[in-house]
């Protein structure tokens, strides 16, 4: 049964940085993509990052030069970097998982989700 459990989130001015983690288990095979969600209040579920074991990585246009997804394969642990961090990036931040290495940013593509950590950046 694969687990994700998120941590990191926290409250912090605009142009700070928080660095979130996503510890990972239960989960086989050698091919995956894991990603990084984010939902704000009254909003749909987004994808933020994403990096499958080839260690490609997508990103979203609003965090692109702001944010960068990272995989330690030896720890099981997805982590974002964010840095000038801006108050519309304030969310539930969602780490995911999917058996495949063909992902993008669709919550569809992805079977496995923590249960969110959250980030709230005050102007």
């Known amino acids: 049964q694969v687990q994700l459990v998120e941590s990191g989130g926290g409250s912090v001015q605009a142009g700070g940085s928080l660095r979130l983690s996503c510890d990972a288990s239960?989960?086989?095979?050698?091919?995956?993509?894991m990603g990084w969600f984010r939902q704000g209040p009254g909003k749909e579920r987004e994808g933020v990052a994403s990096?499958?074991?080839?260690?490609?990585?997508t990103y979203s246009d609003s965090v692109k030069g702001r944010f960068a997804i990272a995989i330690d394969n030896a720890k099981k642990t997805l982590y974002l970097q964010m840095n000038r961090l801006k108050s519309e990036d304030t969310a539930m931040y969602y780490c995911?998982?999917?058996?495949?290495?063909?992902?993008?940013?669709?919550?569809?593509?992805?079977?496995?989700w923590g249960q969110g950590t959250q980030v709230t950046v005050s102007s």
């Open positions: 239960g989960y086989s095979g050698s091919t995956y993509c």
């Open positions: 995911a998982r999917s058996p495949s290495w063909l992902c993008g940013l669709s919550v569809s593509e992805f079977q496995y």
């Open positions: 990096v499958n074991n080839y260690f490609h990585t």
